[in-house]
């Protein structure tokens, strides 16, 4: 495989867009298992992030008061659904400049935070996802969220399962595989195998990977969250009421 443009990268975690939190425990918790990880105010937003098998992350996000919040525009106009994937970066300046010397359109670049620097590769540019960027440093507590915040309770009857699923990756629909290749492989190092009609893209370190399907029929963007859980039977039916998108048994 040849060399990436970004070395280091990895995927951190999967983001989905709420018009509220309180949304997500029936899914996350009821059923995956998953468990409260960090949250909290930010300015643009509210959101929060669960843990699951392998230290794999779900983040959820939803509209604040701000009446110009993006997360506000988003929901209204597409509802609940997966809204982006973040990749940790070791140079947030250097991942611009790769990025934008492939022709992706950056966006919503953002250094203002010591401890998380962050830019966007709009969804237009990237298979109908948005793709995240953050350098982070590890010796510093992230200041771009407060931590004074009660997660949304699970008010379900069921059980919360005793082992946390094993949340595998997301499932992407592309129109070219080349496109794809260039995103998922040459500017971001992930490695590539064959998985039957798929491609699944690897990150070091990372429990979290991107299956990418070719389908020129289908309009681009997140299919499903595959996941392996001992729910995995009513998962689909309630993932689309709840949280906008599929989880379904890998």
């Not at 495989?1 to 280091?8: A, D, N």
């Not at 947030?92 to 400049?97: F, N, P, S, V, W």
Request: aromatic share 8%.
């Amino acid at each position: 495989m040849p060399s990436s443009r970004i070395t280091g990268a990895k995927l951190d975690h999967i983001a989905f867009g709420l018009p509220s939190l309180a949304d997500a425990p029936d899914t996350l918790v009821g059923l995956l298992g998953g468990r409260p990880l960090e949250g909290g105010p930010n300015p643009d937003f509210i959101g929060c992030q669960w843990e699951f098998a392998r230290g794999a992350r779900i983040e959820c996000i939803a509209p604040n008061d701000s009446p110009t919040s993006f997360m506000k525009r988003f929901v209204e106009t597409r509802g609940s659904g997966v809204h982006h994937m973040t990749f940790k970066v070791p140079d947030i300046y250097a991942a611009r400049d790769e990025a934008e010397a492939l022709g992706y359109i950056v966006t919503g670049f953002s250094d203002r935070y010591e401890a998380w620097k962050e830019l966007f590769l709009h969804p237009k540019s990237a298979h109908g996802i948005v793709i995240q960027m953050a350098q982070t440093n590890p010796d510093l507590p992230d200041d771009s969220w407060s931590r004074d915040f009660d997660f949304p309770p699970y008010e379900g009857s069921n059980q919360v399962p005793s082992e946390p699923a094993d949340l595998l990756g997301i499932r992407l629909v592309v129109e070219r595989p080349e496109h794809a290749e260039r995103l998922f492989g040459e500017l971001l190092g992930g490695g590539a195998t064959i998985d039957g009609q798929r491609t699944i893209y690897r990150w070091h370190e990372s429990p979290l990977w991107v299956a990418v399907v070719v389908d020129s029929a289908t309009e681009e963007g997140p299919q499903a969250i595959e996941v392996r859980a001992a729910s995995c039977s009513r998962l689909s039916e309630v993932g689309i009421a709840a949280m906008g998108g599929r989880f379904e048994p890998a």
